[in-house]
C-alpha cells in the first residue's frame, strides 16, 4: 500500500478505531502494524514514521490533534477487506477488494458482476467445477 497516499488523505478527518499510545505520548503506534507510527513532530506538524524512518511531515489542519489524525492513519491500514489463500496446487495468493474492484496478488478480476469479496472467496473454496487447482483450498481472513 502508498501509506504517503493514505497520510495524505486523512487531513481534515476523524475516525477512531486501532492505534493505541506509545509510553512516551509524542506517537501513536497503530496496531495493524507495529512499523507504523503517527508522530507530533512539533511545531503543529505531524509525521508519517514507517520502521523508524520519517516518510512525510505534514502540518496539522486547525482544530486537528494528533490522535484523530492517527486514528485514520491506522483504519486506512486495515486489511479487513483482504484473504489469504493456500492450498496443495496452487501458490499461497491475496484476494483483497477495494471498492468495486476485487483483485488476486494485485491484478484485478474481471466480470465479477458485483459480487462481493467473502462470496468470491466461498466460491473458490467450494470449488463447484471440481478444477484440480482449487482442490483443498483454504483462506484465511487477515
Known sequence: ?????????????YFFVGC???EDGKC???????????????EGKVSLVVEGKVIETQPLQEGQTLDEIAAQTCASLSVDNCYECMGPNV???EICQEGDDIS?????????NGLQ???????LINNASDEVVFRNLSCTKN
Open 104 to 112: 488476486i496478488n494485485g491484478e484485478l478480476l474481471p466480470d465479477l
Open 117 to 123: 469479496l467473502d462470496d468470491v472467496v466461498q466460491e
Open 1 to 13: 500500500m502508498k501509506l504517503k497516499s493514505f497520510f495524505i488523505g486523512i487531513i481534515g478527518l
Open 28 to 42: 501513536i503506534k497503530c496496531e495493524q502494524s507495529d512499523s507504523v507510527e503517527i508522530c507530533d513532530a512539533g
Open 91 to 93: 501458490n499461497d495468493f
Open 20 to 22: 493505541s499510545k506509545n
